[in-house]
């Protein structure tokens, strides 16, 4: 069955960055894309972007362009989402998904000093 | 951006009772192709979101089929008949015709 497995929480410092996978098993890995979507506490849900793990392609939220990069590991099915100069702002539960079928359990990444 | 604005933000309901949430877009959500890429999800509390309804009327793998969606172009319905416990948390409809994707608000379904 199709699982993506995202990565642990994460405590950072403002001003850094924070590195978080997500996994994919159960389905081809490049045939769909990854998206990317932010939850801040007690808030909406929030479209970050996606990549196309075949191609690389990706398309960003205009909000988050410079905040977010993303890449893949085709060999290990993998995706990845770096977040850079971390404010408290960024604390959120960022989750991975797929055609919003399929979703990660989400990686809590909290910014304080 | 397309705006999704969604309503109600809250509701009330008591255990088998039937509930509709609105969603409306800013722009029509027909896309090139045809198709109208509308879903539907349901977030349990501490739980990820699931996808209920996708492409305004199509159930998702396991759903029951308490839930159904209509509409079109910028206008869309998600109904709940005959609510069970299991159905108390946030939907969310989102947009996927336009790039950025964008969801409503939300709608937390509470027990009455």
């Known amino acids: 069955q199709v699982q993506l497995q995202q990565s642990g929480a994460e405590l950072v410092k403002p001003g850094s960055s924070v590195k978080m996978s997500c996994k994919a098993s159960?389905?081809?890995?490049?045939?769909?894309?990854i998206y990317w979507i932010k939850q801040r506490p007690g808030q909406g849900l929030e479209w970050i972007g996606r990549i196309g793990p075949g191609s690389g392609d990706t398309n960003y939220n205009e909000k988050f362009k410079g905040k977010a990069t993303f890449t893949v590991d085709k060999s290990s099915s993998t995706a990845y989402m770096q977040l850079s100069s971390l404010t408290p702002e960024d604390t959120a539960v960022y989750y991975c998904?797929?055609?919003?079928?399929?979703w990660g359990q989400g990686t809590l990444v909290t910014v304080s000093s | 951006d397309v705006v999704m604005t969604q309503t109600p933000p809250s509701l009330s309901v008591a255990i088998g009772q039937s509930v509709s949430i609105s969603c409306k877009s800013s722009q029509s959500l027909v896309h090139s192709d045809g198709k109208t890429y509308l879903n539907w999800l349901l977030q349990n509390p501490g739980q990820s979101p699931k996808r209920l309804i996708y492409?305004?009327?199509n159930l998702g793998s396991g759903v029951p089929d308490r839930f159904s969606g209509t509409g079109s172009e910028k206008d869309f319905t998600l109904k709940i008949s005959r609510v069970e416990a299991e159905d108390l948390g946030v939907y969310h409809c989102v947009q996927a015709t336009h790039v950025p994707h964008t969801f409503g608000a939300g709608t937390k379904l509470e027990l009455k």
């Open positions: 159960g389905y081809t890995f490049t045939s769909y894309y």
């Open positions: 998904q797929t055609r919003f079928a399929y």
């Open positions: 492409q305004v009327s």
